[in-house]
């Protein structure tokens, strides 16, 4: 969970985040289903507010992924929060969608008791990498940092960049 989020943005019904001076608002969610959903309204309302409504449906279906990954595989005991900054560029603005989770382990990890290994037709399907590559479909970047207190993954959005992925090595 980053530092900076205050407890008044823990509802997954919250309407706003905490705002920070370079443009970007941090949510925390709860553990559970009905944060995507949540997550969804919470950045399409955000982009919408900064005059970026052409970025709603991909950054909407990249955290609903990200979120949604992050419920099913993060801690149990934890929240899960998002951030969405806005990064002004010369030309066009980006977007930068976080996602962070509690967990601190690997699926398979020793002593893990709070994530559940997926198995059968869902351990195809989650390690797959389907959800992830429609991340990386749909950004021009993105990726995964390993944190003292959980992950966090980003994808990153350009406002003028048709060609989605093309910045990906």
């Given at each position: 969970m980053p530092p900076f989020v205050t407890a008044s943005a823990a509802r997954p019904d919250s309407h706003?985040?905490?705002?920070?001076?370079?443009?970007?608002?941090t949510w925390l969610l709860p553990p559970a289903d009905a944060s995507v959903p949540a997550a969804r309204r919470q950045?399409?309302?955000q982009l919408n507010a900064w005059g970026l409504p052409r970025l709603v449906d991909d950054a909407e279906l990249i955290v609903s992924e990200l979120v949604t990954n992050a419920v099913r595989h993060g801690s149990r005991s934890?929240?899960?929060?998002?951030?969405?900054?806005?990064?002004?560029?010369?030309?066009?603005d980006e977007v930068r969608l976080e996602v962070?989770?509690?967990?601190?382990?690997?699926?398979?990890?020793?002593?893990?008791?709070?994530?559940?290994e997926p198995v059968g037709?869902?351990?195809?399907?989650s390690c797959s990498g389907r959800g992830l590559l429609l991340v990386e479909t749909l950004s021009s970047d993105w990726g995964v940092c390993r944190l003292p207190h959980g992950h966090v993954v980003w994808a990153l959005l350009s406002n003028g960049d048709e060609d989605h992925g093309s910045a990906c090595p």
């Open positions: 706003a985040g905490v705002v920070g001076s370079q443009g970007s608002a950045v399409a309302e934890g929240p899960v929060w998002h951030t969405v900054r806005r990064i002004p560029g010369e030309v066009l962070g989770d509690s967990g601190t382990r690997s699926w398979g990890d020793a002593g893990r008791s709070d994530v559940d037709d869902e351990a195809d399907l």
